[in-house]
C-alpha cells in the first residue's frame, strides 16, 4: 500500500527583546546561570506581571509579514502543568484568543538541480501566539540542575496547518520562517542557543485518503537538518508499524539527530489536560489600526519578493538571485552597489558580490558589517574591467587587496601596476606570429573553422605581455595575421 504523510509544525521563536515577558529582567545567553531572574521570574508571593510592549510589537510584525489577521483583542491564559523548569507551575500563553490567525508561509521545493529554480507553495498557518519561555533542565551523572536565566523570555508559537507533505518540505518551510524572522529582526534564531525550536506533528494515511491518521509528536529537533532528517525517519517508523500490522499510538517521540533514533517519552496531552483559564492578572490587549499600520511601515521586503523583483528588474539569473534574497544586509549591500554602478552592471556587480566578497567574508570570518570594502568601491571595480582599465585575473587581485585595506581600486591597480597599457604594435604583432607559428594544430583548426580555436593563441600572447595586453587589440591583431597565413 502507498502512504502519505501529514506534517504540522509547531515551531517556537525566541523574540529578540532586551527584558523578558512579563518583567523588567534582561534577556539574554550566555550569562552565568540563575543571575537573569527576578522575584517576577521565580514566581515568589505577590509579584504581579507586566506586559513587554516590545514583544507584542515583534509578534505583530511577523504576523503582518506572513499574512496574518492581527486579532483586535487578544487575552492572556495560565496553561497548568508541573514541571521543574516552570517555578510557576503554569505558563501565562495565549489560548483562545491569540494575537495572529490565519497567515502562510511561502516556501521553494529543491529544483531539479541546484542552480534551477524549483516549485513555490504556499503553506497555511493556524495561528501565532505570545507566550513565555521556561527555564533550562541540565542532566548530569545523577543530578538535573536548573537554569531560569531563560524563564520568561518572549517566545512565539506559529503552528502551521497540518499542509506539509515531506520531510523535505518541512526543511523549505523552515529555511524561509527562520529567514522572514531573521530579516525582520524579531529574533536571532539561533537554534544552538535555544532561539528557535521546533515540534513536528506526523501522521501517515494511504493515498487517496482523506482522514487524518493518527499523529506523533517529535520533539528536540534542534537544527533544520535535523528537522528533515527526524521526520523521514518518523515516516518509515509509522510505515513499517502499518505494514507489520500494527497499531500507531498517539504520543510524543525524543528524536536523537545523532543516532537517527528516536524512543518514546509520553503519551499525547490534549489541550483539556492544561486547564486553561484566563490569567486574572493581566488584562486583555485591544490592537488598533494605527498600531498595526506603524508596524506594517517597519516590515522588511520579503526574500521571494525581493527575488522576483531582482529577475524582473535587473534580469538577474536564478543563481545570483537565490543566494542574495537570504541575508538582507547582503541583498542591501549589492542594492548599494548597483545604485553606484547602474542598474545595467547588476549581474557583473552580484557577480563581485556572491564570490569573491563571500569567499573573502568566510576566510576572513567576519560579519558583512566589518568589512572595510565599501559597494562603491565594488561599483568603481567593475567600472574599471568594463572599460578595459583592468583584466579580469588582475581584479581579483585587486579585490582581495580591497577587502583586506579598504583602498580604492583604481589606487590600487595604479599602485601594483596591474593597469592594462597600450601595447607597441610591433611588439604585439611580433608576440602574436610566435603564437601562431607555435601551435600548427590550433592554426589548422582555425583555418578550418573552428573560431574557438584562436583562444590557444591568446594565453602565450598575454603571457609575453606579462598579462597588460588589451584582449581586444589581442584578439584583432591575430584575426588580422590569422587572415593573412
Known sequence: MNYEAVIGLEVHVQIKTRSKMFSRV???????????????????????????RAALDAAIKAGLMLGCEIAPVCKWDRKQYFYPD??????????????????????????????????????????????EDVGKLNHGAGESLIDFNRAGTPL???????????????????????????????????MEKGQLRCDANISIRPVGERKLGTKVEL???NSIAFVRDGIGHEIRRQIAVLERGGTIVQETRDYDGQTGASQSLRSKEMAHDYRYFPDPDLMPVKVDEAWKARLKAECPELPFDR?????????????????????????????????????????????????DLLRELGQARIALAEVKVKPGAVAALVELVENGVVLTNAAKEIFVEMFATGDAPAAIAERRGLKVVPTDTDELEQWCRDAIAGNAKALAEFKAGKDSAINAFKGPVMKSAKGRADPKQVDATLRRLLADS
Open 26 to 52: 534582561a534577556a539574554g545567553y550566555g550569562h552565568e546561570p540563575n543571575t537573569l531572574t527576578d522575584p517576577v521570574v521565580l514566581a515568589l508571593p505577590g509579584v504581579l506581571p507586566v506586559m513587554n
Open 86 to 131: 516552570s517555578p510557576k507551575n503554569y505558563q501565562i500563553s495565549q489560548y483562545d484568543q491569540p494575537i495572529c490567525l490565519g497567515g502562510a508561509v511561502e516556501i521553494e521545493l529543491p529544483g531539479p538541480a541546484r542552480n534551477v529554480m524549483g516549485e513555490h507553495r504556499t503553506i497555511p498557518l493556524t495561528r501565532i501566539h505570545l507566550e
Open 156 to 190: 512565539m508559537e506559529i503552528v502551521s496547518e497540518p499542509a506539509l507533505r515531506s520531510a523535505e518540505e518541512a526543511f523549505a518551510y523552515l529555511t524561509s520562517l527562520r529567514a522572514l524572522m531573521v530579516q525582520g529582526g524579531i529574533s536571532d534564531c539561533d
Open 219 to 221: 520533539k528536540n529537533l
Open 307 to 355: 527575488q522576483r523583483r531582482y529577475q524582473t528588474q535587473y534580469q538577474l539569473p536564478y543563481t545570483l538571485t537565490s543566494v542574495l534574497i537570504w541575508d538582507r544586509p547582503l541583498a542591501e549591500f549589492f542594492e548599494a552597489a548597483v545604485a553606484a554602478a547602474g542598474p545595467h552592471k547588476a549581474q557583473a556587480v552580484g557577480n563581485w558580490i556572491i564570490n
